[in-house]
DNA sequence: CCGTGCCGTGACGGTCTCGTGACGGTGGAC
DNA sequence: GTCCACCGTCACGAGACCGTCACGGCACGG
């Protein structure tokens, strides 16, 4: 689900990473060079960005000081040099973590995973199960449970309940639900956040004509109880 | 002078740790044991935690685990173990990172800088959160307390609030909230401040006719009582 | 005491937002 | 190819909300 980015130049470690992170559960753009990654995420902006130092042409330094500028999207080097001053220069620049090639995948999507959760807001432990009343969140597992009772939840419904939890309490605009459910480019109707709330109420609402978890903030958007 | 809460129990690294970490500006505690660290996180909560794994008593893990369940404190691993199945380990149970000894300074360094920035950046920023004698505004999560009570405003009331709340203490006209809250150029009706204004009274005022938050200066404006 | 502004409030019609049902398109599973 | 879950668009009704108006009360200066 989370959207990855990996800038390597090496075609065998590019493809294995993004085999072993696709297991993982993420979505997976690989570009051979820094230029192309700047462009891919300016484009449509990654969760997360693996970037490799030595690249031909713009290099790993400059690619990560030239998306710092964009956002603050999570980057993790993934370098062949096991040097401190390489370490220290990366990180100076704006990495957020560096490992060392070659890597152990589950350590790797490990660090990712810190990082995430460390990245995305309000960032609470390791709780992988949040609760909002009787709503049981299990991102990890990708499953939602109303009281004990499991409830499925399409894609849709689920990223857009995702990104509700992960600000829960502070209203969200439609225009913002749609930028991150949907994507950064969207300028569709915004009444198709309306919709898809209805659908999501249907199902982790006792009285969907009564909702105490997704509740409207008229003229705001939406917010999830807390 | 960011506080840092070394958990360790080898004296000799514990205080190179130490020294090194002075010479960067933070403001050391170090203590030999989990349960130590424990409590003098709980009684002073660091803004940083170096922690070892292999301790006696209670292991690095449970300290980890426990220091998650009270706060979201960037939590680095010093280890002598360079074992992916200790990184995953620790990462899952909740640390940020994962730095295996001996460390090279610089790079500990640079690695809690990165921390410091990322945590920092998305933790809570502003309180977000303002009181005026009895009203709590929260213009987040789009919603007015009075008392304990929640109250329900409606947007335009919601903003007029705001407007009277960024200036509070001072007088605006009718003129100035007509710009503020509806943005007008044009020289609208004035009144209409005053119907919003009665009905914003009628919601956040025990006693709407005589007000004590939302006052009347009668020839100039209205203002937010402090 | 009186008049003149100034302010508070109730009522009302128009407008806008939101929730929902219906429908056609699509892409993946088999 | 066929089916089915899912998605996005649309239209419509209900209710919330807004802005206007008119009326009455209250604070001032004379």
Not at 35 to 43: K, S, V
Not at 114 to 127: K, N, T
Not at 131 to 149: K, T
Not at 155 to 167: G, K, N, V
Request: glycine share 8%; net charge negative.
């Amino acid at each position: 689900m989370p959207r990855l980015l990996i800038v390597e130049d090496d075609d065998r470690i590019r493809l294995s990473l993004r085999l072993a992170l696709e297991d993982e559960g993420y979505t997976v753009r690989d570009v051979p060079t820094a230029e192309e990654g700047l462009a891919e995420h300016r484009a449509a902006p990654a969760d997360l960005v693996l970037v490799d130092l030595m690249l031909p042409g713009m290099d790993g330094f400059e690619c990560i000081r030239a998306m710092r500028r964009l956002g603050d999207v999570p980057i993790v080097v993934v370098s062949a040099r096991d040097d401190t001053h390489d370490v220290v220069a990366a990180l100076e620049a704006g990495a957020d973590d560096y490992v060392v090639k070659p890597v152990a995948v589950k350590e790797l999507s490990a660090r990712l995973r810190a990082l995430r959760r460390r990245a995305s807001g309000s960032g609470e432990g390791a709780p992988a199960v949040r609760r909002f009343g009787e709503i049981e969140l299990r991102p990890e597992a990708g499953e939602v449970l109303l009281g004990d009772e499991h409830v499925h939840l399409t894609r849709t419904e689920f990223r857009l309940l995702c990104e509700l939890a992960d600000q829960s309490g502070r209203v969200l605009s439609r225009q913002q639900l749609l930028n991150r459910v949907w994507g950064y480019d969207v300028y569709g109707d915004e009444r198709l956040v309306d919709v898809h709330v209805g659908r999501l109420r249907r199902k982790v609402e006792r009285d969907p004509a009564n909702p105490v978890h997704v509740v409207t903030v008229r003229g705001l958007g939406y917010k999830l109880a807390t």
